[in-house]
């Protein structure tokens, strides 16, 4: 068993555990249940806005702690401040050292598009995602059949929440709906945690034209965001470049600075 059966297996186990702790009823008493979302993909979108997904998260499997004191109400204000177009933050506590907790600190403090990255494996953890503040989910195409993508992605349109899609090959990519608007594909593979930027824009191609392609994983410099958005990219979802230093919201307005100056550059010459 690999790493994302083994985190699959775990998530089916958590979320009926759940169920029991946090029924629906409960959960759509939240105060964030009734609010209106904010669109991730017109905040990427946006030309006065950088296109980036600042990640908040502790830890990974593959590079196990990266940031454990790191506190979501620092980092992700610190983030916005630092020219972030969204956020994304973890909540899943097994393998990230996540919460759903994180993910309503950050949406209490800040007015922008929250993503909730976790594994999404049925229609309760949608609803979660609506009572906690998010504003968009994550669907991983290498975990859900193409029935199952079609059906989640259609309940979180229901809930008026935004869908990323997230797919690392051509496989992946044959089983998205036809309607999906925001895809991301992953340079890290799920099985092994192997990076490629140069499969993910090889990938590209295989995008419908009008959908927003968001890169994810291995961008570890503004110059390869360039590179990425050259190709085609309109946004990028980067944490762990931000995460591992000590001030990951310094980091990020760093990072996002020196894209200004590299796109200026470009304009210029």
Not at 116 to 134: L, N, P, T
Request: glycine share 6%.
């Amino acid at each position: 068993m690999d790493i994302l059966e083994k985190i699959v297996t775990h998530k089916r186990q958590e979320v009926a555990e759940r169920k029991e702790l946090y029924p629906i009823k409960l959960l759509e008493r939240s105060i964030y249940y009734q609010a209106q979302p904010l669109s991730l993909k017109s905040y990427i979108m946006r030309e006065d806005l950088s296109g980036i997904i600042a990640e908040f998260k502790r830890k990974s499997p593959s590079k196990g702690m990266i940031n454990e004191y790191a506190k979501p109400e620092k980092v992700c204000l610190e983030y916005m401040q630092g020219g972030a177009s969204a956020l994304s933050v973890l909540t899943d506590n097994q393998f990230f050292g996540g919460s759903s907790k994180d993910l309503t600190t950050a949406r209490r403090l800040n007015f922008c598009p929250i993503l909730r990255k976790d594994f999404i494996v049925e229609e309760y953890q949608i609803i979660e995602a609506r009572s906690i503040g998010a504003d968009a989910i994550l669907l991983i195409a290498e975990i859900l059949t193409k029935n199952e993508l079609k059906s989640l992605s259609n309940f979180a349109a229901s809930l008026n929440l935004e869908v990323l899609f997230e797919v690392h090959d051509e496989g992946s990519i044959a089983k998205l709906p036809v309607n999906a608007q925001i895809i991301g594909i992953n340079s890290r593979n799920l099985k092994d945690f192997s990076v490629d930027i140069d499969h993910s824009i090889a990938l590209l191609k295989y995008l419908p034209k009008d959908s927003v392609k968001i890169a994810e994983s291995g961008i570890d410099s503004p110059e390869r965001l360039i590179t990425l958005k050259k190709n085609g990219f309109n946004g990028f979802l980067i944490g762990e470049k931000f995460m591992k230093e000590a001030n990951p919201g310094k980091a990020c307005a760093q990072f996002t600075a020196r894209v200004k100056e590299l796109e200026k550059s470009l304009i210029v010459n």
